[in-house]
């Protein structure tokens, strides 16, 4: 079964940095593209970053390049998301995914807010 759960979500305040963790299980993590989807309240679910199996090939959207980083830890099954310099228009829900023989594997998501 293929499980993804994230942690770190917060408060922190602008310019704030906070640290996501998506930990995996039940696949062979190290053989697939990981990624960070964001979604804020009464919003679509955003992609925001994506990082290739071997971790050597990263993407981000235009809005967050600069201030966050998408890493992987293959022999912790672990993908991060590191996110500095945080605004207001972070504040979201963000997911971990994983697109598996076709499908697609979410995370229960965690909340981040940024907020004065």
């Known amino acids: 079964q293929v499980q993804l759960v994230e942690s770190g979500g917060g408060l922190v305040q602008p310019g704030g940095s906070l640290r996501l963790s998506c930990a995996a299980s039940?696949?062979?993590?190290?053989?697939?593209?990981l990624r960070w989807y964001r979604q804020a309240s009464g919003a679509e679910r955003e992609l925001v970053a994506d990082i290739s199996s071997a971790g050597t090939s990263t993407n981000y959207v235009d809005s967050v390049k600069g201030r966050f980083t998408i890493s992987r830890d293959n022999a912790k099954k672990t993908v991060y998301l590191q996110m500095n310099s945080l605004k207001p228009e972070d504040t979201a829900v963000y997911y971990c995914?994983?697109?598996?023989?076709?499908?697609?594997?979410w995370g229960q998501g965690t909340q981040v807010t940024v907020s004065s």
């Open positions: 995914n994983t697109n598996h023989w076709g499908y697609a594997y």
């Open positions: 039940g696949f062979s993590f190290s053989s697939y593209t």
